[in-house]
């Protein structure tokens, strides 16, 4: 565990691969980092993108056509890509005093960053290094608190029951595009109420959802 000051940014930068294919399109999700590696002596960085929403096919058919990127597999509603260090903005603003905790969230044409540092006065020099390379920038939240930087928490808040419905839910397909299955027949499996196995899944997936991202909309 770690005392560190965290900041919420909303950010829009031109250019920009996943936000560009937002424009018009009634869908959200979120993406992060997997590794770096150097191909053809060029650094490039693997990413995974995790898409939601109406329009959440209809944004992957493009995705599948970007030129900037190399899309490695798409699996249901992730997308896993490759893209030039030089492509990517947050290689470019970014420096080694803060980092993402978070995945980046991203609706609507903006990225929401959940960053961290040591020093507040880091956090404070990100809009001018945002701005700088000709993007827009807000803060939207900024405190100081405890962050587990080596262990996993998306699961560790679920009560057995959570637990157990969301695995159930993500074994069976019903987090597929489109749905495998139903609350209805995850119930059965589980010889559980409907109702009762309902609550237990919304409340397991708004924990999950708290833990990675810090929804600021």
């Not at 030039?84 to 969230?105: C, E, G, M, R």
């Not at 809009?127 to 560790?156: E, N």
């Amino acid at each position: 565990m770690s005392d560190l000051w965290i900041g919420v940014f909303k950010v829009r930068h031109e250019g920009s691969v996943v936000l560009d294919a937002t424009i018009g399109r009634r869908t959200w999700g979120y993406a992060y980092y997997l590794n770096a590696f150097v191909k053809n002596n060029e650094p490039a960085l693997t990413r995974v993108m995790v898409v939601y929403g109406e329009d959440a096919q209809d944004y992957l058919t493009q995705m599948r056509t970007e030129p900037r990127i190399k899309v490695k597999r798409v699996d249901g509603n992730k997308l896993f890509y490759s893209v030039k260090v030089v492509d990517t903005y947050h290689a470019v603003v970014l420096t080694d005093d803060f980092f993402f905790i978070k995945p980046i969230y991203w609706k609507s044409g903006f990225e929401y960053w959940t960053v961290a540092s040591y020093d507040k006065k880091v956090l404070a020099k990100l809009p001018l290094l945002v701005k700088k390379h000709s993007g827009q920038i807000k803060l939207m939240s900024l405190r100081k608190g405890t962050v587990d930087l080596f262990l996993p928490t998306a699961l560790s808040g679920l009560t057995s029951k959570q637990l157990s419905a969301f695995i159930e839910a993500s074994a069976s397909g019903y987090y597929s595009v489109p749905r495998k299955t139903s609350v209805k027949k995850l119930a059965q499996t589980l010889r559980v109420p409907e109702s009762t196995f309902r609550e237990h899944l919304r409340k397991a997936e708004a924990k999950i959802l708290s833990s990675i991202i810090e929804k600021p909309v």
